[in-house]
Protein backbone atom coordinates (compact mmCIF):
# COMPACT_ATOMS: atom_id res chain seq x y z
CA UNK A 1 0.00 0.00 0.00
CA UNK A 2 1.28 3.06 -0.97
CA UNK A 3 2.17 5.92 2.16
CA UNK A 4 2.64 9.65 1.22
CA UNK A 5 4.45 11.35 4.18
CA UNK A 6 4.75 14.92 4.46
CA UNK A 7 6.19 16.93 6.83
CA UNK A 8 6.37 19.43 8.91
CA UNK A 9 2.30 19.36 9.19
CA UNK A 10 2.10 22.37 10.22
CA UNK A 11 4.51 25.47 9.54
CA UNK A 12 5.01 28.94 11.01
CA UNK A 13 7.34 31.50 9.26
CA UNK A 14 8.26 34.81 8.99
CA UNK A 15 7.47 36.49 5.76
CA UNK A 16 11.18 36.88 3.83
CA UNK A 17 12.14 33.71 5.32
CA UNK A 18 13.30 30.56 3.10
CA UNK A 19 11.85 26.88 4.48
CA UNK A 20 11.16 23.36 2.47
CA UNK A 21 8.12 21.35 2.99
CA UNK A 22 9.19 17.35 2.60
CA UNK A 23 7.20 14.69 0.55
CA UNK A 24 7.93 11.25 0.59
CA UNK A 25 6.52 7.96 -0.70
CA UNK A 26 6.73 4.51 -0.22
CA UNK A 27 6.34 3.29 -3.56
CA UNK A 28 7.78 3.86 -6.70
CA UNK A 29 6.83 6.60 -8.92
CA UNK A 30 7.62 8.94 -11.75
CA UNK A 31 4.29 11.19 -11.15
CA UNK A 32 4.25 13.10 -8.73
CA UNK A 33 1.96 16.69 -8.20
CA UNK A 34 2.17 19.55 -5.73
CA UNK A 35 -1.49 21.68 -4.87
CA UNK A 36 -2.37 24.40 -2.85
CA UNK A 37 -5.62 24.78 -1.32
CA UNK A 38 -6.74 27.91 0.49
CA UNK A 39 -9.48 27.62 3.41
CA UNK A 40 -12.89 26.21 1.97
CA UNK A 41 -11.65 26.34 -1.50
CA UNK A 42 -10.47 23.82 -3.93
CA UNK A 43 -7.27 22.52 -4.62
CA UNK A 44 -4.94 24.60 -7.22
CA UNK A 45 -2.25 22.59 -9.02
CA UNK A 46 0.94 24.27 -8.83
CA UNK A 47 3.01 21.50 -10.16
CA UNK A 48 3.59 18.29 -12.01
CA UNK A 49 6.54 16.45 -12.04
CA UNK A 50 6.96 13.77 -14.18
CA UNK A 51 11.10 12.32 -13.96
CA UNK A 52 13.51 11.71 -12.03
CA UNK A 53 15.96 15.17 -11.12
CA UNK A 54 12.84 16.81 -12.20
CA UNK A 55 12.68 20.57 -11.41
CA UNK A 56 9.90 23.12 -11.34
CA UNK A 57 9.81 27.08 -10.14
CA UNK A 58 7.15 29.18 -10.37
CA UNK A 59 7.39 32.89 -8.51
CA UNK A 60 8.81 31.82 -4.93
CA UNK A 61 7.86 28.01 -5.02
CA UNK A 62 10.12 25.54 -6.20
CA UNK A 63 10.14 21.94 -6.63
CA UNK A 64 11.62 18.94 -7.23
CA UNK A 65 11.51 15.05 -7.14
CA UNK A 66 14.25 12.49 -6.72
CA UNK A 67 12.33 9.60 -7.65
CA UNK A 68 15.41 7.06 -6.35
CA UNK A 69 14.67 8.72 -2.94
CA UNK A 70 11.40 9.01 -3.09
CA UNK A 71 11.37 12.25 -2.35
CA UNK A 72 10.21 15.34 -3.79
CA UNK A 73 10.48 18.76 -1.71
CA UNK A 74 8.71 22.26 -2.10
CA UNK A 75 11.07 25.01 -1.12
CA UNK A 76 9.69 28.12 -0.27
CA UNK A 77 11.90 31.50 -1.03
CA UNK A 78 11.01 34.76 0.56
CA UNK A 79 7.75 33.93 2.14
CA UNK A 80 5.14 36.23 1.90
CA UNK A 81 1.98 36.54 3.58
CA UNK A 82 0.50 35.19 0.03
CA UNK A 83 2.04 32.02 0.09
CA UNK A 84 -0.17 31.16 3.75
CA UNK A 85 -2.74 27.61 2.53
CA UNK A 86 -1.95 24.19 2.97
CA UNK A 87 0.10 22.49 0.48
CA UNK A 88 -0.23 18.80 -0.39
CA UNK A 89 1.45 16.74 -2.22
CA UNK A 90 0.09 13.59 -4.61
CA UNK A 91 1.54 10.56 -5.74
CA UNK A 92 0.66 9.05 -9.00
CA UNK A 93 0.43 5.10 -9.56
CA UNK A 94 -0.44 4.43 -12.76
CA UNK A 95 -1.16 0.58 -14.22
CA UNK A 96 -2.24 0.65 -17.71
CA UNK A 97 -5.38 2.59 -17.70
CA UNK A 98 -5.91 2.57 -13.66
CA UNK A 99 -4.42 5.40 -12.19
CA UNK A 100 -4.63 6.67 -8.86
CA UNK A 101 -3.33 9.79 -6.73
CA UNK A 102 -2.45 9.03 -3.37
CA UNK A 103 -2.64 12.39 -1.54
CA UNK A 104 0.24 13.50 1.33
CA UNK A 105 -1.59 14.88 4.30
CA UNK A 106 -1.08 18.15 3.76
CA UNK A 107 1.63 20.91 4.97
CA UNK A 108 -0.60 24.23 6.55
CA UNK A 109 2.03 27.12 6.10
CA UNK A 110 0.89 30.25 8.06
CA UNK A 111 3.26 33.29 6.85
CA UNK A 112 3.36 35.77 9.59
CA UNK A 113 4.37 39.55 8.88
CA UNK B 1 -14.86 25.45 -20.73
CA UNK B 2 -16.81 25.54 -17.02
CA UNK B 3 -14.47 23.17 -16.42
CA UNK B 4 -15.14 20.23 -13.41
CA UNK B 5 -18.61 21.26 -11.39
CA UNK B 6 -20.19 19.56 -9.03
CA UNK B 7 -23.67 20.76 -6.95
CA UNK B 8 -24.71 20.96 -4.33
CA UNK B 9 -22.12 23.49 -2.57
CA UNK B 10 -24.00 22.06 0.71
CA UNK B 11 -25.90 20.04 1.99
CA UNK B 12 -27.33 18.80 5.33
CA UNK B 13 -28.56 15.16 5.30
CA UNK B 14 -30.40 13.03 8.34
CA UNK B 15 -28.48 9.65 8.85
CA UNK B 16 -30.23 6.62 6.88
CA UNK B 17 -31.02 9.43 3.78
CA UNK B 18 -30.04 9.16 0.24
CA UNK B 19 -28.78 11.38 -1.77
CA UNK B 20 -26.51 11.69 -4.83
CA UNK B 21 -23.71 14.49 -5.55
CA UNK B 22 -23.65 15.49 -9.38
CA UNK B 23 -20.02 15.72 -10.96
CA UNK B 24 -20.11 17.12 -15.05
CA UNK B 25 -16.91 18.04 -17.07
CA UNK B 26 -16.66 19.57 -20.51
CA UNK B 27 -12.86 19.09 -20.93
CA UNK B 28 -13.70 15.27 -22.68
CA UNK B 29 -11.38 13.90 -20.08
CA UNK B 30 -12.15 10.13 -19.82
CA UNK B 31 -10.89 9.40 -16.22
CA UNK B 32 -13.00 10.72 -13.36
CA UNK B 33 -12.78 10.59 -9.96
CA UNK B 34 -13.73 11.24 -6.62
CA UNK B 35 -12.36 11.99 -3.19
CA UNK B 36 -13.17 12.91 0.18
CA UNK B 37 -11.69 15.04 2.43
CA UNK B 38 -11.38 14.79 6.20
CA UNK B 39 -9.60 17.13 9.10
CA UNK B 40 -5.84 16.22 9.08
CA UNK B 41 -6.15 13.05 6.61
CA UNK B 42 -5.68 14.69 3.11
CA UNK B 43 -7.55 13.72 -0.08
CA UNK B 44 -8.81 10.14 -0.07
CA UNK B 45 -9.92 8.39 -3.42
CA UNK B 46 -13.84 7.03 -3.04
CA UNK B 47 -14.14 5.84 -6.72
CA UNK B 48 -13.00 6.80 -10.08
CA UNK B 49 -13.87 5.63 -13.67
CA UNK B 50 -11.50 5.21 -16.80
CA UNK B 51 -14.20 6.15 -19.21
CA UNK B 52 -17.91 5.54 -19.70
CA UNK B 53 -19.43 2.09 -17.99
CA UNK B 54 -16.61 1.30 -16.65
CA UNK B 55 -15.42 2.13 -12.51
CA UNK B 56 -13.64 0.48 -9.90
CA UNK B 57 -13.33 1.40 -5.92
CA UNK B 58 -10.33 3.32 -4.52
CA UNK B 59 -9.43 3.65 -0.98
CA UNK B 60 -12.46 4.21 0.84
CA UNK B 61 -15.46 2.63 -1.60
CA UNK B 62 -17.95 1.96 1.38
CA UNK B 63 -21.15 3.39 1.59
CA UNK B 64 -21.07 4.90 -1.93
CA UNK B 65 -21.78 3.69 -5.64
CA UNK B 66 -20.85 4.96 -8.45
CA UNK B 67 -21.72 5.02 -12.12
CA UNK B 68 -20.72 6.60 -15.13
CA UNK B 69 -23.26 6.36 -18.43
CA UNK B 70 -21.56 9.38 -20.22
CA UNK B 71 -18.15 10.92 -20.61
CA UNK B 72 -19.17 14.06 -19.04
CA UNK B 73 -20.65 13.06 -15.87
CA UNK B 74 -19.85 10.73 -12.76
CA UNK B 75 -22.50 11.08 -9.62
CA UNK B 76 -21.72 9.81 -6.44
CA UNK B 77 -24.78 8.21 -4.60
CA UNK B 78 -25.16 7.63 -0.83
CA UNK B 79 -27.78 5.14 -0.35
CA UNK B 80 -27.81 5.08 3.19
CA UNK B 81 -25.79 8.66 4.76
CA UNK B 82 -23.81 7.93 8.35
CA UNK B 83 -22.59 10.54 10.25
CA UNK B 84 -18.92 8.67 9.36
CA UNK B 85 -19.63 10.84 5.85
CA UNK B 86 -19.42 13.93 7.14
CA UNK B 87 -16.77 15.61 4.73
CA UNK B 88 -16.19 17.48 1.91
CA UNK B 89 -16.27 16.01 -1.19
CA UNK B 90 -14.35 16.74 -4.64
CA UNK B 91 -14.70 15.41 -7.90
CA UNK B 92 -11.59 15.73 -10.08
CA UNK B 93 -10.80 14.80 -14.05
CA UNK B 94 -7.75 14.23 -16.14
CA UNK B 95 -6.67 12.67 -19.24
CA UNK B 96 -5.78 9.05 -19.45
CA UNK B 97 -2.44 8.06 -19.00
CA UNK B 98 -0.96 7.96 -22.38
CA UNK B 99 -3.10 10.50 -23.45
CA UNK B 100 -0.12 12.90 -22.66
CA UNK B 101 -0.49 16.50 -23.99
CA UNK B 102 2.78 18.76 -23.42
CA UNK B 103 1.11 21.83 -21.95
CA UNK B 104 -1.43 19.28 -19.68
CA UNK B 105 0.98 16.69 -18.50
CA UNK B 106 -2.12 14.59 -16.96
CA UNK B 107 -3.10 17.52 -15.20
CA UNK B 108 -5.78 16.51 -12.71
CA UNK B 109 -8.49 19.49 -12.56
CA UNK B 110 -10.59 19.54 -9.30
CA UNK B 111 -14.58 20.64 -9.15
CA UNK B 112 -15.53 23.74 -6.29
CA UNK B 113 -16.39 20.43 -3.28
CA UNK B 114 -19.47 19.33 -1.90
CA UNK B 115 -19.67 20.52 1.88
CA UNK B 116 -21.99 17.29 3.62
CA UNK B 117 -23.23 16.93 6.69
CA UNK B 118 -24.85 14.17 8.22
CA UNK B 119 -26.97 14.39 11.26
Known amino acids: ELKVEQNPLFLSMQEGKNYTIYCNYS?????LYWYRQDPGKSLESLFV?????AVKQEGRLMASLDTKARLSTLHITAAVHDLSATYFC?????????????FGTGTRLQVTL | NAGVTQTPKFQVLKTGQSMTLQCAQD?????MSWYRQDPGMGLRLIHY???????DQGEVPNGYNVSRSTTEDFPLRLLSAAPSQTSVYFC??????????????????FGPGTRLTVL
Open chain 1, 27 to 31: TTSDR
Open chain 2, 49 to 55: SVGAGIT
Open chain 1, 90 to 102: AVDISAGTASKLT
Open chain 2, 27 to 31: MNHEY
Open chain 2, 92 to 109: ASRLLPGRVIPSSYNEQF
Open chain 1, 49 to 53: LLSNG
